[in-house]
């Protein structure tokens, strides 16, 4: 879950339009500040060039280094590394007073440089003596010095100028350093770096070798994934022990989205198998990018629309793509049509939120790949489904609904799948803001220590391994408020590219790609409800435009609208669970009376998109495109 920077959610002095509730003048929930970043221009152009490193040298070399490497010599070398600086955890465990870190410390080199072959077997691990992880930044922290400054290294990644000195005084520490070649030679520059140089980056390298492919996943799903970074590591470089004693009662349906995180692709090297082309969209004359992996000959065809915001490369998405690819169907995954990439490059909206114009831009586009892929691979198209999750099945039952009276040449489907839909925007988005500010349910008194002990949480949390068994250590507060949290990332977002794209004056401060941390805070203090009263509204309203009234959106953009046709259409496959906090009662009961016994799924638990892991699901999943034929695609 990724964490951000203070806000504030509430509207100042407007009322607001129909279908919402106006929180009360005086709410405010503040985040933990980050590290400051004064040179934030500097570290981004440090970033770019590391992702670039990353992305153009590192990636396709592993790919080599892992073929020729096997994963247990790479462990191997890891373990190695990781054995000979021990020296530097001894001292750091001492300084700290960590008198049993230090102690299991020194068991773990004994057992593991003897037993262990010098250290390439992790003995100690089997034997489940304890890690305690120590270096000189942390000591520096316990001895109380606050970092000032975020700092983006070269090649090194994320730190501040505490940890930078921590990491020379490490380096001070590690005994390769005080070895020197047999031989220097003058005309040979390479004899002068030395042993812990090589070393070093050689074991670097080698540790990559393994995450270097989901570095730069990560780096290409998230719009901006420099901030996410900076905020994270405020977290992570914390020497607190976050408590995890549960205060209050748990929320299971919250709970149960978090376990999203579990539905992830089992298969390391499955999205780098997918090739990535672009096609250009006639409305906007800009290139949009997809991502797809075809079977051998001909098989049917998923094309998958991610959630609100998500990336067409991101976990859910390509967690999807392997789930059918595996079983026998072609893949394809767009962007959704509230992230960065298919806003600025397929949207004819500058404000994502409206349905016809947002769901028909998805199907233009969808469109569009569709005619590449028939024309690089005309005989290994089949049969077409559309699946969706979450935002992205509210799309495509739009598209589904509209396919009887659209008069464009535009792609038909042999099914629709959509997964976790909301049937009422707004109430969704409410909702959203809602769980964003469950932490004033605490006293306020609290507040501030609480929320960055959530935070704690998730950081330790992350660095441990989670299963689906794992009980998650979060009361209902901390569970809702972490799902409000990611959402409203995912607004900040939102509301930059589309502001960067068509500027409404509504910010005050300039909009700037180096420099972003002072208009994002601002955005921050936007809302959901906020969004669409003061930016999408007053879009849909300027000439030229659709002249939308609040009470229009709000129709737009509640599938009960559209219910006749979506009645109207066998084709359809809704897979939804009772507890999915998007649902009201009222919305679960539409669905039961419009979509047919056997087009309808309904699972009891799950929250929102929390089961994707599950077995059965999978396999309802599945079975929704079941009758799809590798047959000659049918012609627009």
Request: glycine share 6%.
């Amino acid at each position: 879950m990724v964490l951000s920077l203070c806000l504030s959610p509430f509207a100042h002095g407007q009322q607001p339009a129909a279908g919402f509730t106006k929180p009360p003048a005086a709410e405010t929930v503040v985040l933990p500040k980050s590290v400051p970043d004064p040179i934030e221009p500097v570290n981004r152009v440090m970033w770019a060039f590391n992702k670039g490193l990353m992305t153009v040298f590192l990636k396709p070399t592993s790919r080599v280094y892992r073929f020729v490497v096997v994963k247990p010599v790479r462990t191997g070398i890891g373990n190695f590394g990781k054995n000979l600086t021990y020296p530097g955890r001894l001292i750091n465990n001492l300084l700290q007073g960590k008198w049993r870190g230090a102690r299991d410390e020194s068991y773990r080199f004994v057992c593991n440089t003897t037993v262990g072959v010098a250290g390439f077997f992790d003995v100690a691990g089997k034997w489940k003596i304890p890690k305690s992880e120590a270096d000189f930044g942390q000591t520096f922290g316990q001895w109380g010095w606050k970092p000032n400054c975020f700092l983006m290294l070269p090649i090194f990644g994320p730190s501040n100028e505490r940890d930078t000195l921590g990491l020379a005084a490490d380096t001070a520490a590690n005994p390769l350093l005080y070895i020197t070649p047999y031989k220097l030679d003058a005309n040979d520059p390479l004899t002068w770096l030395g042993p812990y140089t090589y070393f070093t980056y050689g074991v670097m390298y080698n540790d990559l070798a393994d995450s270097v492919g989901e570095y730069v996943r990560f780096s290409q799903a998230e719009m901006d994934p420099y901030s996410e970074i900076e905020y994270a590591w405020t977290f992570a470089r914390e020497n607190r022990v976050a408590d995890f004693q549960v205060k209050g009662q748990q929320d299971e349906a919250s709970l149960e989205t978090l376990e999203s995180v579990f539905f992830t692709y089992k298969d390391p090297e499955f999205p780098g198998h997918g090739k990535t082309r672009s096609v250009l969209i006639p409305a906007t004359g800009r290139k949009l990018k997809f991502t797809f992996w075809l079977q051998p000959g001909k098989a049917p065809v998923v094309y998958i629309v991610p959630g609100l915001g998500s990336h067409r490369l991101a976990q859910s998405s390509l967690a999807l793509a392997e789930l059918v690819y595996k079983n026998g169907f072609s893949a394809v995954c767009v962007s959704s049509a509230f992230n960065s990439e298919f806003m600025e490059h397929a949207s004819t909206a500058a404000m994502p939120a409206y349905l016809p114009v947002d769901g028909h831009d998805v199907h233009v586009a969808l469109t569009e790949v569709d005619r590449r892929l028939q024309a690089l691979y005309p005989d290994r198209l089949g049969d077409k489904a559309l699946m969706g999750y979450s935002m992205g099945a509210f799309h495509a039952l739009f598209v589904a609904a509209t396919e009887p009276t659209n008069q464009l040449p535009l792609i038909k489907f042999d099914r629709y799948v959509a997964i976790n839909t909301p049937v009422r925007l707004l109430h969704g988005i409410s909702k959203l803001d809602e769980f964003y500010r469950a932490p004033l349910n605490w006293p306020d008194a609290e507040r501030t220590d609480n929320i960055e002990n959530t935070f704690l949480k998730v950081a330790a949390l992350s660095k441990s391994t989670l299963t689906p068994q794992t009980s998650l250590p979060f009361s209902a507060i901390e569970s809702r408020f972490l799902i409000g949290l990611a959402f409203r990332l995912m607004l900040r977002d939102i509301i930059f590219s589309s502001q960067r794209r068509n500027n409404q004056g509504v910010l005050q401060h300039r909009i700037r790609n180096l420099r972003r941390n002072p208009v994002y805070q601002e955005i921050l203090q936007y809302s959901y409800q906020d969004y669409f009263r003061k930016l999408v509204i007053p879009y849909y309203q300027t000439p030229g435009h659709a002249s939308l009234t609040a009470e229009a959106l709000e129709k737009a953009d509640d599938l009960r609208t559209y219910d006749t046709a979506l009645l109207a259409n066998p084709n359809i496959r809704i897979i939804v669970n009772q507890n999915d906090f998007l649902l009201a009662d009222e919305d679960l009961a539409w669905l039961h009376a419009t979509i047919a016994p056997e087009q309808l799924t309904v699972f009891e638990q799950g929250g929102h998109l929390g089961n994707l892991f599950n077995p059965a699901v999978q396999k309802t999943i599945l079975g929704a495109l079941a009758g799809l034929k590798s047959s000659p695609p049918k012609s627009d």
